[in-house]
């Protein structure tokens, strides 16, 4: 069983920045073997994929938050990270961290239907 948590959420005037953490709660280490990502859905709209991450470390971006968004993880502390810089009001929307187990390579993160996710964090930002 694998359960996230997510938090960082919570307010920002547009150009700040915000971190996002995921604590990953699992009696084994899925870092070696899952895919992790955070995605975000915004009022109105169809959740979407911000940033995956694999366990050879391959990143991928959506092209919204390319060069202001960085995923990264702490496999000691068991977390997942989200830094996002240059926030713009367009970023606002609840967001979820997520973990799948990863087949083939870390490219492929993006395509995978992911099984585990955390109830959310709200962000907003405000012009």
């Known amino acids: 069983q694998v359960q996230l948590e997510e938090s960082g959420g919570g307010s920002e005037q547009a150009g700040g920045s915000l971190r996002l953490s995921c604590a990953v709660s699992?009696?084994?280490?899925?870092?070696?073997?899952?895919?992790m990502a955070w995605f975000r859905q915004a009022p109105g709209k169809e959740r979407e994929g911000v940033a995956h991450i694999g366990t050879d470390e391959y990143t991928t971006y959506a092209d919204a938050v390319k060069g202001r968004f960085t995923i990264s993880k702490d496999t000691a502390k068991n977390t997942l990270y989200l830094q996002m810089n240059s926030l713009q009001p367009e970023d606002t929307a609840i967001y979820y961290c997520a973990a799948t187990p990863m087949v083939g390579g870390g490219q492929y993160c993006y395509f995978h239907t992911y099984m585990y996710w955390g109830p959310g964090t709200q962000v907003t930002v405000s012009s």
């Open positions: 699992t009696s084994r280490n899925i870092y070696s073997t899952h895919c």
